[in-house]
């Protein structure tokens, strides 16, 4: 994303582009409605069914698309069928396409970017858009920062009209056409807020040549920490789109992001997590995952942690780094060993276990012929020697 924002987090769900195009439309905005195939035989039909030249793209949970092969043109159904055939199984970014939108081409004059994230800086909603539609706003953000403009919706009063039409404005937007921008820029704020979206945007919005304005390509992703107000939403979710890994993480309760590095790391609260990762990298290593196993420290919650982490083939050795607040030392060793005797973990452990009753905690744990160490710095730093074999 653009400045503060971070874009996909554990705490997020995508939608697809279908159904982020449904659930704008909901709010007013206009969308380039398609029909979902799973098949080249369906991708046909819906071809023949919506008539004319038609666009297919696959339906993946990754970016860059376009540029992969993944969204193409056809004139008719025969040759749907075929690019379908093409881009079913195709994987893009490690995701592979299980099914396509067949959508209406669409001839238009110009593209536009229009989107509403939350930057953390403010601590506002952010309202954004480019007269550059059409390519990923990152690149524009990093080549052209000046193409973008930006206007902050009020905590209280929300995203206000003068605020929309001063976003057109300053897109160069003709007059007879701002209020037409401003209208489906205010329902975009809405659809965010009222979906507990993290973010929300509409790349290309295009002016066709009947100059009226188009959603052509649609995004959603929802704060997952909100879907308890939208159970509707919430069975969206997609599990073939979701990283085993990760998908496991959530039923059992641990906040999980798989990274690429070979420490993996094991720890309760998120900042001791970050810190943790931060110490990692200081010593020289690369964490090999962002795991928050929570408050609980219970067998069965250590146990699926375990599992999580040693599942990943990258990773060489484990550091588990528990502060013992509210939670006690030695029910996490306990924890610690059962779920030891549940899991056959092959690489090293390094332990580090600080806090209310700590020392009957590390008391078991050096028992059981482990070294627990005092501070997170040499956990650290043994960790990553480890994993580097050394």
């Not at 439309?25 to 004319?52: D, F, K, W």
């Not at 937007?173 to 973010?199: C, K, M």
Request: a negative charge; hydrophobic letters at 45%.
């Amino acid at each position: 994303m653009i400045g503060a924002v971070v874009e996909s987090e554990g705490g997020a769900m995508d939608l697809h582009e279908y159904q982020a195009a449904e659930l704008f439309a909901r709010y007013g905005i206009p969308v380039n409605r398609g029909i979902v195939a799973r098949t080249p035989e369906e991708a046909s039909a819906a071809a023949e069914q919506l008539g004319g030249r038609v666009v297919v793209k696959a339906q993946v949970h990754a970016g860059g698309r376009g540029k992969a092969g993944g969204i193409r043109l056809a004139d008719d159904p025969v040759q749907a069928e075929a690019v379908a055939r093409q881009i079913l199984g195709m994987e893009i970014r490690g995701r592979i396409v299980r099914k396509v939108l067949v959508a209406p081409a669409v001839a238009f004059e110009r593209e536009y970017y229009l989107g509403a994230v939350l930057d953390r800086d403010s601590r506002r909603i952010v309202v954004m858009a480019s007269s550059a539609g059409g390519v990923d706003i990152e690149e524009v953000a990093r080549e052209r920062p000046t193409a973008i403009v930006r206007e902050q919706a009020d905590p209280f009063l929300g995203f206000l009209d003068f605020q929309a039409r001063r976003l057109a404005f300053r897109l160069g937007i003709e007059p007879d056409l701002v209020r037409g921008f401003a209208t489906i820029a205010r329902q975009l704020y809405r659809a965010f807020v009222d979906n507990d979206a993290s973010l929300a945007e509409i790349n290309p919005l295009v002016l066709t040549q009947d100059r009226s304005w188009l959603a052509l390509d649609t995004k959603v992703v929802l704060d997952d920490n909100g879907l308890f107000r939208h159970p509707d939403l919430a069975e969206l979710r997609d599990p073939e789109e979701e990283d085993p890994l990760e998908r496991e993480a959530r039923l059992a309760g641990i906040s999980f992001v798989r990274l690429n590095g070979t420490v993996g790391c094991i720890v309760n609260g998120a900042g001791l997590s970050m810190a943790t990762m931060d110490a990692i990298k200081l010593y020289g290593g690369e964490p090999a995952n962002f795991l928050d196993i929570g408050g609980g420290a219970s067998a069965q919650r250590v146990a699926a942690a375990l599992r999580i982490v040693v599942a990943d083939p990258n990773v060489r050795a484990i550091l588990v780094n528990i502060f013992g607040g509210i939670t006690r030392g030695d029910v996490v060793a306990q924890g610690i060993l059962e779920a030891l005797r549940q899991v056959e973990v092959r690489v090293p452990m390094v332990i580090r276990l600080v806090g209310t009753r700590q020392e009957e905690g590390r008391r078991l744990l050096e028992e059981a012929g482990f070294t627990v160490v005092d501070t997170m710095e040499e956990a650290a730093q043994r960790a990553v020697a480890l994993a580097q074999g050394q």
